[in-house]
């Protein structure tokens, strides 16, 4: 059970990095700094750590009630997880093929206005 529990902690992480990727994505349409990639690279060993733990955690056959639950919570939340690592995937995706946009250009002003400023007084 505590091999579950430090699981789903994990996977709360991973979901909270995810959602915050998935807002940076959104507000300023290119992709996060390195801070982000590092988090999510340092969370890797975790996860791995987690995933033996939990592969040589004893199995209990028919689980508690309470154990089905949290596996239903962490399964859950796995999905969760999936689903923001799509959404992620594409918004990069329509970011990096649009490229940095181009500042608009300023409005260029009628001739006959422009006749008429730089006309000489007469």
Do not use: W
């Amino acid at each position: 059970m505590e091999a579950l529990l430090q699981h789903q902690k994990l996977c709360d992480e991973l979901h909270a990095l995810a959602l915050e990727e998935n807002q940076f994505l959104r507000q300023h349409q290119r992709t996060p700094g390195p801070d982000l990639l590092n988090r999510k690279r340092s969370l890797l060993p975790r996860l791995d750590d987690a995933l033996d733990a939990l592969r040589s955690a004893p199995r209990e056959t028919p689980p508690r009630p309470v154990l089905r639950q949290a596996l239903e919570r962490a399964g859950s939340r796995i999905l969760q997880i999936m689903q923001l690592d799509r959404e992620n995937e594409q918004l990069l995706l329509r970011h990096s093929l649009s490229g940095p946009r181009p500042a608009p250009a300023a409005a260029t002003p009628p001739v006959a206005l422009l006749r008429r400023i730089y006309q000489p007084a007469g």
